[in-house]
């Protein structure tokens, strides 16, 4: 499943189709993320044949073939594959430090509109984490779903997640993790609470 997922044209697609209130068809995908839908084809039929990604098909109107749309299939599937991929990262697959290769993973995926918090609360849950906001300015975030990787690569797992906050959150917002700050509890802060930590740690 991992290798499905490597491709970054495909994890676009498949943010797009999680967050849809409904099946698309290809060519709809094809104008969202500016892709030749011959493309967008290939990359759905890889989706489809790890289990990320359903197809169904629709009676046709008049003359033509049925047309397919496609959905994300259910969440508790598609975070197989994310633990698969994280076990890779974590395992020294790739060139990029972990917080790097989360940095350049989220910068890739589709950018989302909104205040900072409600970006982190949504961007958590979509990757499987039970997210509430907590005081202000912190998210915490329970049943990870990357658990067991993160027990044996604490340094790798954490870093990726801190990447991809970072990648979220942009240039003008700061965003930091802290792990295992409480059992079973990991804890974002947002805001003035990053720099002080930075600045603890020495960080630019």
């Known amino acids: ?5 490597a491709v970054p044209a ?3 697609l498949l943010a797009e189709l999680s967050s849809a209130a409904e099946p698309l068809e290809a060519q709809r995908l094809a104008e969202a993320l500016g892709l030749h839908p ?7 039929t890889a989706l489809v044949e790890a289990g990320l990604v359903t197809v169904s098909r629709q009676p046709a109107t008049g003359r033509g073939r049925p047309r397919l749309r496609y959905a994300a299939a259910p969440a508790r599937e598609q975070l197989d594959a994310y633990r698969e ?5 974590a395992l020294g697959y790739g060139r990029l430090g ?3 290769a989360g940095r350049a993973w989220g910068a890739e995926l ?3 509109a909104g205040p900072l918090l409600d970006r982190v609360l949504a961007a958590a849950e979509r990757w499987g984490f039970e997210p509430e906001a907590g005081a202000a300015g912190e998210v915490l975030l329970r049943h990870c779903p990357f658990r067991p990787s993160a027990e044996r690569h604490p340094e790798v797992i954490c870093a990726v997640h801190q990447g991809l906050l970072e990648a979220l959150a942009g240039d003008q917002e700061t965003v930091l993790l802290h792990p295992f700050s409480a059992p ?7 805001g003035a609470d990053h720099v002080r930590r930075r600045s603890d740690r020495g960080g630019a």
Not at 1 to 5: D, I, P
């Open 98 to 100: 972990p917080d790097q």
């Open 85 to 89: 991929l994280v076990e890779v990262l």
């Open 38 to 44: 011959t493309t967008i084809r290939h990359h759905l």
């Open 1 to 5: 499943m991992h290798r499905a997922l």
């Open 184 to 190: 079973g509890t990991c804890r974002i802060s947002i």
């Open 10 to 12: 495909r994890r676009a």
């Open 110 to 112: 589709p950018p989302v």
